[in-house]
């Protein structure tokens, strides 16, 4: 096991159009956390899982924003209709529950023209 | 969640011992203090974890005074590579559901 990976490592995309991102944790950690960066600002908190339960969404995470986390494995976040606000990296994350070591991939980073 | 406070920016350079501060007045009893490394384009990076007293890995030293209001991070000889941005964070350890971050202290290290 590599770490947490991500693809599309960029995405660019027209606005009002919709984006599906996909994060593929360390195999054995239950936790996965999405955050999303702009530039200069620390990350923000999206969501969490454990194992294939979303047990928290942050007032970011709008109604155009959805996580899945089938089977406790990989998870996706889609964006729809995408707006130019929506550009930032985003960064998927996965740790033991019950630990703050988590481990982040190298982030997806979305550009809405 | 206690919130924290960092200096936003800090120079140093390269050999010096770097210590970067981090004021959480609210902390909880049974909150921990965990730092983050961040390069640029790539995510965070955890350096460092501890309760109280003094921790110390293969990377860098914390220390926590006795009321647990601050914690320090040292940085022993930096080098140009440890250039980055660097996040405290407190919160319970079994119960930690979302891990905030604040806006960091962006360290340069200079030739």
């Known amino acids: 096991d590599t770490g947490v990976s991500q693809n599309p490592r960029h995405k660019i995309t027209k606005r009002g159009q919709n984006v599906t991102f996909r994060c593929d944790p360390i195999?054995?950690?239950?936790?996965l956390y999405w955050y999303r960066q702009t530039l200069g600002q620390g990350p923000e908190f999206l969501t969490y899982f454990q194992n294939e339960a979303q047990l928290e969404k942050s007032r970011l995470l709008s109604d155009r924003f959805s996580a899945e986390r089938p089977k406790g494995s990989f998870s996706t976040l889609e964006i729809q209709r995408t707006e130019q606000g929506d550009s930032a990296m985003y960064l998927c994350?996965?740790?033991?529950?019950?630990?703050?070591?988590?481990?982040f991939g190298q982030g997806t980073r979305l550009t809405v023209v | 969640l206690a919130k924290t406070t960092q200096p936003i920016s800090m120079d140093s350079y390269e050999g010096q011992e770097v210590n970067i501060t981090c004021s959480h007045n609210?902390?909880?009893?049974?909150?921990?203090i965990t730092w983050y490394q961040q390069f640029p384009s790539q995510g965070p990076r955890f350096i460092i974890q501890?309760?109280?007293t003094k921790v110390t890995n293969e990377v860098a030293s914390l220390f926590i005074p006795a009321d647990r209001k601050s914690s320090t991070l040292s940085l022993p000889r930096v080098s140009l590579s440890d250039t980055a941005v660097y996040y405290c964070?407190?919160?319970?350890?079994?119960?930690?559901?979302?891990?905030?971050f604040g806006a960091g202290t962006r360290l340069t290290v200079k030739p």
């Open positions: 609210n902390i909880a009893t049974n909150d921990y």
């Open positions: 501890g309760y109280k």
């Open positions: 994350a996965s740790s033991f529950a019950g630990n703050t070591e988590a481990f």
């Open positions: 964070l407190v919160g319970p350890l079994y119960n930690n559901n979302d891990m905030r």
């Open positions: 195999s054995e950690h239950n936790r």
